[in-house]
């Protein structure tokens, strides 16, 4: 007896390898997929700017690491005891403005290089609303947006009558997909890009408006994937919607997967879009991930130096049969 619908995920032409650069950008789902590649030492970075929902932040801001924009004091505000940015998450945020900067421009920088770089980039789209900031908003708060593009990446809790909201048409996607992958494969010829639809539900919008939003995005993106090369789409979305179909997968809010749906997709994700080798590579650096995250009973025990010996070991062989793998912590930690 069948309990799940079968799901065919193609598998990518020139999957992903442990030589790749991989950019993530998007919503929260979009870390889950992150750490999952970087605890496994894939080169991975994430978020620049933060974790982004709607599609218009996420293209602006691969726009300004195209540009490698360097963000002035008139691009923050001021609120709540510290300096903001409406195009970056809160984890920018200081109460220090020369800080927040700082962290900003460092930020930009690291993408700018990276991406002009990097051999794939995975973006994982959220909601289709919007934020705008309304003209009689205060002056103090219209800091660093400009009237013709007035949509905000983050709220920073500013209140709710400060903003429009605004559900994005399907052509609205469309366009600004198409301007940025326009500008993105004119400074990286070679990249590569996964499209995937974030299976959080944004269940504050409501149910009926989480699905229209959902579903725009779905089909925007579909759309600029048949249209150009060298783009694909992995289906989270479908895999926790249409193939696990229960609440069990949902955490308490009932808006985010749990521990188990993540895995479960993330498991998806490294069968349809990773090499064979690579695969076979991660399981042994999982090993000792495993062996790291042991606490001993009995940390000066001659069992326990065996241990870290033996370990020790498996990490100098596995750094001499790849170089490029970044091991450093691992050697430090069963080196002792």
């Given at each position: 007896m069948q309990f799940q619908i079968p799901i065919q995920i193609k598998p990518l032409t020139e999957p992903i390898t442990y030589r790749d650069k991989l950019l993530l950008i998007g919503s929260c789902f979009t870390e889950h997929i992150g750490n999952y590649l970087s605890d496994v030492k894939f080169q991975v970075l994430q978020n620049p700017n933060g974790i982004l929902f709607d599609p218009l932040s996420v293209c602006g801001s691969i726009i300004s690491y195209i540009d490698n924009k360097?963000?002035?004091?008139?691009?923050?505000?001021?609120?709540?005891?510290?300096?903001?940015?409406?195009?970056?998450?809160?984890?920018?945020s200081n109460p220090d403005k020369t800080l927040a900067l700082q962290a900003i421009n460092q930020s930009q920088q690291e993408a700018h290089h990276f991406l002009k770089a990097a051999d794939w980039l995975i973006i994982t789209l959220g909601s289709s609303f919007i934020y705008k900031l309304i003209a009689t908003a205060p002056t103090d708060l219209q800091k660093g947006i400009s009237r013709q593009q007035n949509n905000v990446a983050n709220c920073h809790k500013a209140p709710a009558q400060t903003f429009q909201k605004h559900l994005c048409t399907i052509e609205e996607i469309v366009t600004a997909l198409d301007g940025m992958l326009f500008r993105l494969f004119h400074f990286n010829p070679k990249l590569n890009i996964i499209f995937t639809i974030s299976p959080v539900r944004h269940l504050r919008d409501g149910v009926i408006e989480n699905n229209r939003s959902k579903a725009r995005l779905i089909e925007a993106v579909h759309h600029?994937?048949?249209k150009f090369?060298?783009?694909?789409?992995?289906?989270?979305?479908?895999?926790?919607?249409?193939?696990?179909?229960?609440?069990?997968?949902?955490d308490i809010d009932m808006a985010h997967p749990n521990y188990p749906a993540t895995q479960f997709v993330l498991e998806h994700f490294f069968d349809a879009c990773v090499e064979e080798s690579a695969k076979s590579l991660a399981e042994d650096i999982r090993k000792i991930n495993i062996a790291r995250n042991h606490k001993p009973?009995?940390?000066?025990?001659?069992?326990?130096?065996?241990?870290?010996?033996?370990?020790?070991?498996?990490?100098?062989?596995?750094?001499?049969?790849?170089?490029?793998l970044n091991l450093t912590a691992e050697k430090a930690y069963f080196n002792v």
């Open positions: 360097q963000y002035t004091d008139e691009d923050l505000f001021y609120l709540n005891e510290a300096w903001h940015s409406w195009h970056h998450h809160s984890r920018f600029v994937v048949n090369d060298k783009l694909n789409y992995f289906p989270a979305y479908e895999l926790v919607i249409d193939v696990l179909r229960d609440y069990r997968f949902y009973f009995n940390p000066a025990s001659q069992q326990h130096k065996q241990f870290l010996q033996q370990y020790a070991s498996k990490v100098a062989q596995l750094q001499a049969a790849h170089p490029y």
